[in-house]
């Protein structure tokens, strides 16, 4: 069974940064896209940004030049930088990937959400 685990949420001050990490786990034969989406209190979730296999990588115009989203495949692991982060931020952030497992089964998995508050 293939699982996403995240970590790294947390309060931070405006203008602060944070560094979320979501693990990949189970019979995985090939991850795809990996990408983070957020969804703040009374909002739909949003694509926060997205990248590739091959590592090109796509950003909502609201975080782009202040968050960096990478992978490490040996690790199957994606990170979400974030910085100079702004109120606004503040949301429930979840990581996904389309993963192929057992089977070459090919599924959208999600991880179970962090919490991230931009506050004074």
């Known amino acids: 069974q293939v699982q996403l685990v995240e970590s790294g949420g947390g309060l931070v001050q405006p203008g602060g940064s944070l560094r979320l990490s979501c693990a990949a786990s189970g019979t995985i034969f090939n991850i795809y896209d990996m990408g983070w989406y957020r969804q703040a209190p009374g909002k739909q979730r949003e694509l926060v940004c997205t990248?590739?296999?091959?590592?090109?990588?796509n950003y909502a115009d609201s975080v782009k030049g202040r968050f960096t989203i990478s992978r490490d495949n040996a690790k199957k692991t994606v990170y979400l930088q974030m910085n100079r982060l702004k109120p606004e931020d503040t949301a429930v952030y979840y990581c996904?990937?389309?993963?192929?497992?057992?089977?070459?089964?090919?599924?959208?998995?999600w991880g179970q959400g962090t919490q991230v508050t931009v506050s004074s």
């Open positions: 996904y990937a389309r993963i192929a497992s057992a089977g070459w089964n090919l599924n959208d998995y």
């Open positions: 990248i590739t296999s091959g590592s090109r990588t």
